[in-house]
T-cell receptor
Framework: AQTVTQSQPEMSVQEAETVTLSCTYD???????LFWYKQPPSRQMILVIR??????QNATENRFSVNFQKAAKSFSLKISDSQLGDAAMYFC???????????FGKGTKLSVKP | ETGVTQSPTHLIKTRGQQVTLRCSSQ?????VSWYQQALGQGPQFIFQ???????GRGNFPPRFSGLQFPNYSSELNVNALELDDSALYLC?????????????FGPGTRLTVT
């Protein structure tokens, strides 16, 4: 069965600094997608970034980028120039194979200090 | 374009009662997935509906049931409520079933069972 593990329950970063959130996953599938979602206190799950497993190039969205290591089954999120609005729960998620559902990690709570 | 909406926002029920949660999918989307997010956890997949048919189910008992209507809106029904059913219930819609289609989340319904 596929699993997603986030080993950092909480992280903290100074405003304008860079922080990296870790995620590892386990799958025997060759075709899959990985995501980072942000969930602020408003509860709305917002897609931050998406990575297709067949693409070697790491995805980037403005201040957000990933380090996708397929062989190591690692998928970390780097947030550059952190802003107060980045404070939220961040979830790593996987979808792949014949399954149409997302599998989520337990999340990392990110705090941003002014 | 209207996003995914859910109703009600909050709900308090007593153990043993039944509850119905509602989700309106984003315009043009024919697939709805439901997730349960317990406090401090990542969302867990309940089931998915594609064109009014159940298209996959997670590890939830039969007292969790659902429907999808011709306009692709959906209901989640939970019978014989238990205290552990207290959670945030999220629905997500997508253009179609399958791993390549991004899931767009609604704001969730917070269910409290006393």
């Amino acid at each position: 069965a596929q699993t997603v593990t986030q080993s950092q329950p909480e992280m903290s970063v100074q405003e304008a600094e860079t922080v990296t959130l870790s995620c590892t996953y386990d799958t025997s599938e060759s075709d899959y997608y990985l995501f980072w979602y942000k969930q602020p206190p408003s509860r709305q799950m917002i897609l931050v970034i998406r990575q297709e497993a067949y693409k070697q190039q790491n995805a980037t969205e403005n201040r957000f980028s990933v380090n996708f290591q397929k062989a190591a089954k690692s998928f970390s999120l780097k947030i550059s120039d952190s802003q107060l609005g980045d404070a939220a729960m961040y979830f790593c998620a996987y979808i792949g194979g014949s399954q149409g559902n997302l599998i989520f990690g337990k999340g990392t709570k990110l705090s941003v200090k002014p | 374009e209207t996003g995914v909406t859910q109703s009600p926002t909050h709900l308090i029920k007593t153990r043993g009662q039944q509850v119905t949660l509602r989700c309106s999918s984003q315009s043009g989307h024919n697939t709805v997935s439901w997730y349960q997010q317990a406090l401090g956890q990542g969302p867990q997949f309940i089931f998915q509906y594609y064109r009014e048919e159940e298209n996959g189910r997670g590890n939830f008992p039969p007292r969790f049931s659902g429907l999808q209507f011709p306009n692709y809106s959906s209901e989640l029904n939970v019978n014989a409520l238990e205290l552990d059913d207290s959670a945030l219930y999220l629905c997500a819609s997508s253009l179609a079933a399958g791993t390549a289609y991004e899931q767009y989340f609604g704001p969730g319904t917070r269910l409290t069972v006393t």
